[in-house]
């Protein structure tokens, strides 16, 4: 699963190196973006052109692996439908809303409840994760969800 797939990058990447998978959802706010990622035709793929938070809320779909390079964007600038959906991803993962927080950390921990027991995900996130107030939940949400996680940085 990819939550937020632009003009399909990863779903590229998957035809170009005939990588072997069962079934990709890619996900996709902006209808021209999601259009470009269709237009790939990567088989037994489906993009679905909506909120993540919203597709994360509803599905009950389950994932082996979710790759991402997710929107980075102050909840301040989410409209009221899509602060209630990232709220409730938060509540689900037992986690304190505040609006003070970026969209990443609702694409990161949502896209953790979505994963299969041994499920994996590889995100594009900002080096900040690591230092900022605003991240402590998160960085605790993913040393308590996660058995291993290696960080690439450059
Ligand atoms: C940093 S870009 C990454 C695009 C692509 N994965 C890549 O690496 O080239 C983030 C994408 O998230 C999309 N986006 C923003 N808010 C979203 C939301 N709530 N749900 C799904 N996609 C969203 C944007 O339209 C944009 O295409």
Redesign the pocket.
Known sequence: M?????????LRQLKVQNQKFNKVIA????RA?AEKADNIHLDNTSVIN??????CNETIDQFDFV???????CYQY?DEE?QK?AAKIFHRAGLKYTKLTN?WVS?VVGSSLLLKEKGKIGF?IPAKILQVSYAKQPREFLAHFYNKINIISF
Do not use: K, R, W
């Open positions: 990819e939550p937020s797939c632009g003009d399909g990058v990863f996900i996709e706010l902006n973006e909506t909120d993540f938070h919203l597709y790759v991402g390079n997710p929107p980075y964007i989410f899509q959906d969209a694409f594009v």
